[in-house]
């Protein structure tokens, strides 16, 4: 039994990988965390053993029986809304102490990926530390909320900078609802400097770029398409705002140094599977802006018919064996 944490939205994906474990003889149960606790339930008792379950749709599997785990997603629980309003909160907390501690006490599988190795590498600061640790090339970068470290970065770097945010608002490579591009920095946002010491933001060097790559990783293996977006105005910037008339997903093979360096990276991060954006520069390097462990890959499986789903289940197997 492999269970397959997502949310109620996910789709695609999360049904790719369930297909891929079944066809190869394996039971996979898709769990929303976000129907927790209203449509899941939890048990789990030390009572000189430690046992645990899980209950859905008239199931229930022993925690015993997990064979491994893949964390598409990890949503907050939802609880219920007829809940007096006085002790919504504490319900909403200890629901999710128990969901997380829950994943904890399932130590005994393989996770792609662990929640708390997830939450670690999520850090956009940390990523810049250790891709710079094992010799990936990245943008020079400043994370501040003091305004005249900002104007002096920005002077430093001859006005060619661009700002972005370091989490995540949107859920798929489509965004949607609140979410800040990448974008550039000019002389007149300077005068609104102070605004920074209100909200700390990321700003790094703006890259002139020939294309940027989305690279999947998993387990050693990877699977790379190339985005060119540079014929739109809009997206030369941030490729998620060109049109999707404007760009097509390209098959791409990495030289094998940056496969290394990659490799290496995620070894340090403790990470089986990522989400890795680069940018091919004009200058022919390739440049390391971030990685999503639970990032979004349905496009190249899809577009270019790459194998990431199978490549998934067949780690969780793998692992599952030894």
């Not at 600061?125 to 005249?148: D, K, S």
Request: charged residues 20%.
């Amino acid at each position: 039994m492999f269970l397959l944490f997502t949310h109620q939205q996910d789709y695609y994906t999360i049904d790719l990988v369930k297909s891929s474990l079944e066809s190869s003889g394996f039971e996979a149960l898709r769990l929303n965390t976000d129907d927790f606790p209203l449509h899941i339930e939890l048990t789990q008792e030390f009572c000189g053993t430690s046992s645990g379950y899980i209950y859905y749709n008239d199931k229930r599997i022993a925690t015993n029986d997990v064979q491994g785990v893949w964390l598409r997603k990890f949503f907050s629980p939802k609880v219920d809304s007829s809940i007096d309003e006085v002790y919504r909160k504490g319900c909403f907390y200890e629901s999710l102490e128990t969901l997380k501690g829950f994943f904890y006490t399932l130590n005994h599988v393989t996770w792609i990926d662990p929640l708390d190795v997830v939450s670690y590498a999520s850090n956009k600061l940390v990523q810049l530390q250790v891709a710079q640790r094992v010799g990936l090339r990245i943008p020079r970068t400043m994370v501040t909320n003091n305004q005249q470290d900002l104007r002096n970065f920005y002077n430093a770097n001859n006005g060619d900078i661009v700002v972005k945010m370091q989490t995540t608002l949107s859920t798929s490579m489509q965004g949607g609802g609140l979410f800040l591009h990448t974008s550039r920095v000019t002389a007149n946002d300077l005068e609104d400097a102070a605004l920074v010491s209100l909200c700390p933001l990321m700003f790094q060097e703006l890259i002139e770029k020939e294309y940027e790559l989305r690279v999947i990783y998993v387990d050693g293996a990877f699977f790379a398409g190339k985005m060119d977006a540079s014929s739109s105005k809009s997206g030369q910037v941030d490729c998620r705002l060109a049109g999707v008339d404007e760009f097509c997903w390209q098959a791409y093979e990495l030289p094998q140094p940056v496969m290394l360096q990659l490799d290496s990276y995620m070894k340090s991060m403790g990470l089986l599977f990522g989400a890795i954006d680069l940018i091919k520069s004009a200058k022919g390097e390739y440049v390391f802006l971030e990685v999503n462990p639970t990032g979004e890959w349905g496009m190249l499986q899809r577009d270019l018919n790459l194998p990431i789903a199978q490549a998934i289940a067949s780690t969780l197997i793998k692992k599952a064996r030894k």
